[in-house]
């Protein structure tokens, strides 16, 4: 299976808001509510995010929220800081027990 | 706290072979699926093989399947990955990845191993 199709870059201003997205196809993110974010700071531990679409994990800040509508899902940053830079990666359940990612989207804080 | 830490990593010839360990600790390590992940250089994430829990069997990307083998030691709480038949495109880190208990994210995550595979 092919990987998600996300936005390579993203960027926004400090307090501003950012939406990225993550295309897939019937198979994948609009056939299962299996999507997860990801953020990445690189050489750290990627950070679970939101995950089964729109459910944020205990700790992340409710700045950040996901969304699907078809094929693609949504992930919005609101209120952006600083420390929001780095990159967002999706993911979604493919089936035949597989997990398809992303291609990544590098978010900059202007 | 969940705790996962990935060693192992090195650097290898095209053709050889290499065993990944991650040793888990902080929960109960055999009622959660495990994952490998990788990142290669300048690139991506990508999946590359899972080994269920609850008894349940293992499964592959296809750009590993028949090379690589997910294995894991509930005695020990230790997942390994060994990799056989290395390509240059391999290279990458490795992450260690649980699950969370429906199985349907990545819940948490290990720092990493990077693997080289070059002459």
């Known amino acids: 299976q092919s990987a998600l199709t996300q936005p390579p870059s993203a960027s926004g201003s400090p307090g501003q808001s950012v939406t990225i997205s993550c295309t897939g196809t019937s198979s994948d993110v609009g056939g299962y509510n299996f999507v997860s974010w990801y953020q990445h700071h690189p050489g750290k531990a990627p950070k679970l995010m939101i995950y089964?679409?729109?459910t944020r994990p205990s700790g992340v800040p409710d700045r950040f929220s996901g969304s699907k509508s078809g094929n693609t899902a949504f992930l919005t940053v609101s209120g952006l800081q600083a420390e929001d830079e780095a990159d967002y990666y999706c993911?979604?359940?493919?089936?035949?027990?597989?997990?398809?990612f992303g291609g990544g989207t590098k978010l900059t804080v202007l | 706290e969940v705790q996962l830490f990935e060693s192992g990593g090195g650097l290898v010839q095209p053709g050889g072979s290499l065993r990944l360990s991650c040793a888990a600790s902080?929960?109960?390590?055999?009622?959660?699926?495990m994952n490998w992940v990788r990142q290669a250089p300048g690139k991506g994430l990508e999946w590359v093989s899972v080994?269920?829990?609850?008894?349940?069997?293992?499964n592959y990307a296809d750009s590993v399947r028949g090379r690589f083998t997910i294995s894991r030691d509930n005695s020990r709480n230790t997942l390994y990955l060994q990799m056989n038949s290395l390509r240059v495109e391999d290279t990458a880190v490795y992450y260690c990845?649980?699950?969370?208990?429906?199985?349907?994210?990545?819940?948490?995550w290990g720092q990493g191993t990077l693997v080289t595979v070059s002459s």
């Open positions: 080994f269920n829990g609850g008894g349940g069997g293992p």
């Open positions: 990845v649980k699950e969370n208990l429906p199985g349907t994210t990545f819940e948490h």
């Open positions: 993911s979604s359940y493919g089936g035949r027990n597989n997990m398809i």
């Open positions: 902080g929960y109960i390590f055999n009622n959660y699926a």
């Open positions: 089964e679409v729109n």
